[in-house]
C-alpha cells in the first residue's frame, strides 16, 4: 500500500488509488509514522465536525506531526469550541459588513490581466499566471502593498507547500517551513502596526480592536486558505477538461456556472487533507481508537466516496446535491468559503469569455506536497474568442 506521507505520492498523482484502496479494504488505517488515515466520507465529515473527540489544537497537518502547534488557541484553524466560537465572531461579522460585490471590478480586472498571456493563441503558463489569483481577492481586502504581493506569493507556497524544491526559500522542508511562518506572521505585524497608526477601511483595520496577535493570525489564515483553494482548484479544473470536450460543453451553460464551481472544488480538493487528534477513546467504522492518537481526515479521499457521489471520478459541472467537504465541515468550515466563491465564479466566467476552448501543450507537473493538491505548471494553448 502507498505511503500517504510521502510527498512524492502526491507529486505523482498515486494518491487517488492509494485513497480508493483504503476506502474499500482499511478505511480507518493505522500508519507506520503512527496516525491514522481516514478516508470515508461519513468518517471525514465526523472528523472535522465533532471537536469534543477530535481537536484541532494539538496539529492541523501531516507536518506538525509530533510537535506542538505554536498557533495553538490563538488561530482560528488551531483553536477549538467555545474560544473558536468567540475568536471566529467578529471575523465573521467584519467580513459581513464587506459586501462582496463591491470587489468584483477589481477581481474581474485581476483575472483578465492574468489570462492576457494566452491572447495570441500561443502556449502559456496558466499555472503561473493563476498564482496571483489570491491576491486578486486578498490584495483588496486587506488593502496589500502591490509592491509586496510578489514576496508574499513565494513566502505562502513555501509555507503550503515546503517539500516542493521549487518553492522551498530555505534548504529543507523544515526550515523553509519556519521562515516562511516566521516571515509572514512579522509582515502581517508590521502591517498591523502601521494600520494602527492610519486605519483605513479595509479588513485589517476593522479587525484592530480584537488585539494584533487575533489580526496577524486571521490575516495569515486568509491569504494560506486562498492561495490553497483558488490556483489548485482552477488548475486542476483546466487540467481535467481542457482538450477532451469538457471545457467546451460547460462553457457553453452559463446556467451550470455555480454547480460547476461546486464540482471543481470537489474535484480538485486543494487542502488533501486536516489532522486531529482524539481528546478520548472513540470508535470509527468499527475500529477503536485510543485517546490522544493523531487522525488524518483526507478531504480528496471523502470528496471521491462514491458512496456519496456517484461516478466520483467524472467531472460534472452539473452534479447536485455536491455535499463535498472542499471547505471543511462543522465549526471550522472555511470562513473566507462566499469569497472563494465569488472569485472562483468570476474567473470561470472570465475564463469561458476568453477562450473558446483549451488544451494542454505539455505535460503538466504535480506540486509535491501532501497538503496541495494541484499542479505547479500547466502549459495551456487557447483558442481566444472573436474580438478578445
Not at 483504503?22 to 478505511?27: A, C, G
Not at 489544537?57 to 469550541?81: S, V
Not at 467504522?285 to 466520483?312: H, K, M, T, Y
Not at 471543511?328 to 477562450?355: K, V
Amino acid at each position: 500500500m502507498c505511503d500517504l506521507s510521502d510527498p512524492g505520492l502526491f507529486e505523482a498523482g498515486g494518491q487517488y488509488a492509494a485513497w480508493r484502496w483504503l476506502r474499500e479494504n482499511d478505511p480507518v488505517h493505522r500508519h507506520e509514522r503512527g496516525f491514522w488515515s481516514v478516508t470515508r466520507y461519513a468518517d471525514v465529515d465526523r472528523v472535522l465536525r465533532d471537536h469534543t473527540c477530535f481537536t484541532s489544537e494539538r496539529g492541523t497537518l501531516l507536518n506538525l506531526l509530533g510537535r506542538p502547534d505554536p498557533a495553538a488557541g490563538r488561530q482560528l484553524a488551531a483553536t477549538d469550541p467555545p474560544a473558536h466560537d468567540r475568536m471566529r465572531a467578529p471575523l465573521q461579522k467584519l467580513m459581513g459588513m464587506r459586501s462582496a460585490a463591491a470587489y468584483e471590478p477589481a477581481i474581474v480586472a485581476a483575472i483578465t490581466e492574468l489570462l492576457a498571456p494566452g491572447l495570441d493563441g500561443r502556449p502559456f503558463d496558466l499555472a503561473e499566471a493563476v498564482r496571483g489569483l489570491p491576491l486578486a481577492l486578498i490584495g483588496p481586502l486587506l488593502d496589500l502593498p502591490h509592491a509586496d504581493r510578489p514576496r508574499l506569493l513565494t513566502l505562502v507556497m513555501a509555507a503550503g507547500a515546503e517539500d516542493d524544491p521549487d518553492y522551498q526559500v530555505a534548504g529543507d522542508a523544515a526550515t523553509t517551513l519556519r521562515r516562511a511562518h516566521r516571515e509572514l506572521f512579522a509582515y502581517f505585524l508590521h502591517l498591523v502596526r502601521d494600520r494602527a497608526r492610519a486605519p483605513g477601511d479595509d479588513l485589517i483595520s476593522l479587525m484592530l480592536p480584537e488585539g494584533p496577535g487575533t489580526v496577524v493570525s486571521n490575516c495569515y489564515s486568509l491569504l494560506l486558505g486562498a492561495s490553497v483553494t483558488l490556483p489548485n482548484v482552477v488548475n486542476s479544473t483546466v487540467a481535467e477538461l481542457a482538450g477532451d470536450g469538457g471545457y467546451r460543453a460547460w462553457a457553453a451553460r452559463p446556467d451550470l456556472l455555480r454547480s460547476g464551481v461546486e464540482e471543481a472544488l470537489r474535484w480538485a480538493s486543494p487542502g488533501s487533507h486536516f489532522m486531529r487528534h482524539t481528546t478520548r477513546p472513540v470508535r470509527l467504522s468499527g475500529v477503536e481508537l485510543p485517546a490522544g492518537e493523531p487522525v488524518v481526515a483526507w478531504i480528496g479521499a471523502a470528496n471521491r466516496d462514491p458512496e456519496i457521489f456517484p461516478d466520483p471520478d467524472v467531472f460534472h459541472p452539473a452534479r447536485t446535491p455536491n455535499r463535498h467537504l472542499a471547505f471543511g465541515s462543522g465549526h471550522h468550515y472555511c470562513i473566507g468559503s462566499h469569497l472563494a466563491r465569488l472569485t472562483l465564479r468570476l474567473f470561470f466566467q472570465t475564463l469561458f469569455a476568453t477562450f473558446a476552448d483549451v488544451a494542454l501543450a505539455a505535460e503538466a507537473v504535480r506540486v509535491r506536497s501532501t497538503f496541495l493538491t494541484g499542479f505547479k505548471k500547466l502549459i495551456i494553448t487557447g483558442v481566444p474568442r472573436r474580438g478578445r
